[in-house]
């Protein structure tokens, strides 16, 4: 049994106002789940960065300006979608690099390598299982080349303002003075928009949550009964938060028999789920600047949906 999970898990149920980390949602089925949910067209996070990648690749590492060769290293790989265009241009255009693909999830980085291997011959991949923080800080990444460090997909956007900046600040500590970081960060826009992405219709947002229960119930021997939560989100345009939670539908106890622990639910009471942040420009900048960095350039899709912004040591 993984301690630190059943730790949380205590800890979250057992506040007063409870909590769960959206970190657990990417068991295998969540990552299935999660898969759907960037192939929702309300989702636009994913198309817009992949017109972001496919478009300006040669914009980026025009910017970017190592001499060759350098590593791509790209931090919560997952399915490498998106990131495929940019390698794609960077193969086509015989540029020396090495990809060093890094995921906590074994299953994925197989996935992602077999299809690279596949579709990009020749390509020089070095993939990692693992925490991305135990693996940048092993010699192995940090060799004496430039290294392009990728944290895309708005994965930024899950931790707090405070715990961003301690993100980068991380990330600053463990690069190179030559080495540079491409941010993805999703826009401030139409409130409905974003709305739309994260309150789907077709429910799969809220099964992305439930999966959460049931994977207490799996890992912990729980008696959670998913028919008795549901799912709620709301967007705060002013400060850009997405926050996500699931609702107990009646006055209720759940047992985790592994824990031998009880809780007690009250009738609407909430789970806090997770944290989806928002950012514009100037906050982007702010957040870079906390983090140690400054930002060369902000590179956007054509609705300005969404930024790749390239983070300078
Ligand atoms: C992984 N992360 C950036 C997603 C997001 O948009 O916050 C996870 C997600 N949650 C609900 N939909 C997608």
Not at 86 to 98: P, R, V
Not at 192 to 205: P, R
Not at 212 to 237: A, S, T
């Amino acid at each position: 049994m993984d301690n630190t999970f059943a730790k949380e898990v205590i800890e979250g149920l057992s506040a007063r106002k409870k909590y769960l980390s959206s970190k657990y949602f990417y068991d295998d089925q969540g990552s299935r789940i999660f898969q759907e949910i960037m192939k929702m067209p309300e989702y636009y996070l994913t198309d817009s960065e992949f017109e972001i990648l496919s478009l300006q690749a040669a914009k980026i590492m025009e910017a970017v300006n190592f001499k060759e060769p350098f590593n791509i290293v790209e931090l919560g790989a997952g399915d490498g979608f998106k990131t495929f265009k940019l390698l794609e241009y960077l193969m086509a255009n015989k540029i020396d690099f090495y990809y060093v693909p890094i995921d906590i999830s074994e299953e994925a980085i197989h996935l992602l390598t077999d299809k690279l291997t596949k579709k990009l011959p020749g390509l020089s991949i070095h993939p990692r299982v693992g925490d991305y923080f135990d693996i940048l800080r092993r010699e192995n990444v940090q060799t004496s080349i430039p290294s392009l460090l990728l944290f895309l997909g708005s994965n930024i956007g899950n931790y707090s303002r405070e715990g961003a900046v301690d993100l980068l600040q991380l990330f600053h500590e463990n690069m190179k003075a030559q080495d540079a970081l491409l941010l993805g960060v999703d826009i401030k826009k139409n409130p409905v928009t974003i709305h739309k992405a994260y309150y789907d219709s077709y429910g799969i947002t809220r099964r992305f949550n439930i999966n959460l229960l049931l994977r207490i119930n799996r890992e912990f021997d729980g008696d959670f009964k998913v028919d008795d939560f549901d799912f709620y989100c709301h967007y705060n345009p002013v400060t850009g938060e997405v926050r996500s939670y699931l609702v107990s539908l009646r006055k209720q106890l759940v047992y985790l028999r592994k824990l031998d622990k009880t809780f007690e639910f009250g009738y609407n009471e909430l789970i806090y789920t997770e944290l989806s942040k928002k950012y514009d420009l100037q906050e982007i900048e702010a957040l870079a600047s906390d983090g140690g960095f400054k930002v060369g350039t902000h590179f956007l899709d054509c609705k300005h949906y969404f930024s790749d912004s390239l983070l300078i040591k």
